[in-house]
């Protein structure tokens, strides 16, 4: 682990989820495919193929292909699909996902497998129903110490309340069990600051908004407190980065004191990585370092790929490590 400038995985491999199950690291992603909804395979006649690129690796730094996770669910429900996540709970594995059309219509959707490596299945139910819901994505479940789990995700907001910002922002449901969500939602962040900003006079919902993302929630308990880790701004552009919020009980409040300025966590490095965002974080080999697995466009942006730092939890909040 020499060094932590340079992708670890080759391929494109965009919204990084890595989990360990009996010493073994797991990462799954939005492939190339995924995120242009060219999902379906030529020649394959009514064949479906999988989706989401899968890896593997024993030592979290080199990455070896397995496969494809999510055996193709119904095409009526779109094919563009994103940011899988995955919980693992009393012996079976639990995907979560969305797929849609475009970036106008989104769901969430979970599937469920016996082994890490799938194939997991779809189980025939949207988490979020749309006609609540329109565009809903980035799911993250999270198990608290007393074994409840929550499901984080991201969704638009049109209101502009209290100084908040239209656009895509994050909320929070508890799991009543791994197939189904609570109805009572609580909303965890909202975008606040320019730098969150996705773009002027953006065409939603039938009218024309200063529109807003934070995006790609990831919950990690450090202390007591619990940090939600998020992506903001475009993600296309330079500007996109990693900041993180910060409460005492996992439903919030959650307060983003010294975020005005951009995200703290990761930026840009220009001639590096461009974009840095949608992170996970996984333990090290050694048992006690975590690291930020994220994902960057290369410096010519022809493909965002997979980054691996240390994550270092100092007086000022969560920032990257020269380990």
């Known amino acids: 682990m020499a060094t932590f400038a340079v992708p670890v995985y080759a391929g494109y491999f965009a919204d ?10 797991y990462a799954v992603g939005t492939g190339a495919a995924e995120a242009a909804g060219q999902t379906d395979p030529p020649s394959t006649g009514n064949r479906l193929g999988n989706v989401f690129p899968l890896l593997r690796s024993d030592n979290l730094m080199d990455w070896h292909p397995v496969g494809r996770a999510l055996a193709r669910p119904d095409r009526l429900l779109g094919d563009n699909f994103w940011a899988p996540e995955v919980a693992e709970h009393d012996g079976v594995f639990y995907l979560y996902y969305s797929v849609g059309h475009g970036d106008k219509r989104h769901q969430l959707r979970v599937a469920a497998s016996q082994r890490p490596t799938g194939p997991y299945e779809d189980m025939g139910r949207t988490l979020i129903e749309p006609e609540h819901c329109a565009f809903a994505i980035d799911p993250h479940p999270f198990q ?19 100084g908040t910002r239209a656009g895509t922002a994050l909320a929070v449901r508890p799991l009543e ?15 606040r600051f320019d730098w969150q900003r996705f773009l002027r006079d953006r065409p939603m919902y039938g009218r024309l908004f200063d529109w807003h993302t934070l995006e790609g929630p990831c919950v990690r308990k450090h202390d007591g407190r619990y940090y939600c880790f998020y992506s903001g701004g475009r993600w296309e552009t330079e500007g996109y980065g990693v900041d993180y919020a910060v409460a005492d009980h996992v439903l919030g409040p959650y307060a983003t004191q010294d975020a005005a300025e951009g995200p703290r966590v990761l930026r840009s490095v220009p001639g590096e990585r461009l974009g840095p965002g949608h992170n996970s974080i996984a333990v090290g080999p050694d048992g006690r370092t975590d690291f930020i697995v994220y994902h960057a466009w290369d410096p010519a942006m022809t493909a965002r790929r997979m980054f691996v730092a240390p994550l270092a939890w100092t007086a000022d909040g969560p920032r990257l490590s020269n380990l």
């Open 16 to 25: 990084p989820f890595v989990w360990q199950h009996r010493g073994v690291y």
């Open 144 to 162: 608290d110490d007393d074994g409840r789990w929550y499901l984080f995700y991201a969704r638009d907001f049109l209101d502009t309340e209290g």
């Open 177 to 191: 069990s791994m197939l189904q969500l609570a109805e009572e939602e609580t909303v965890v962040l909202r975008a």
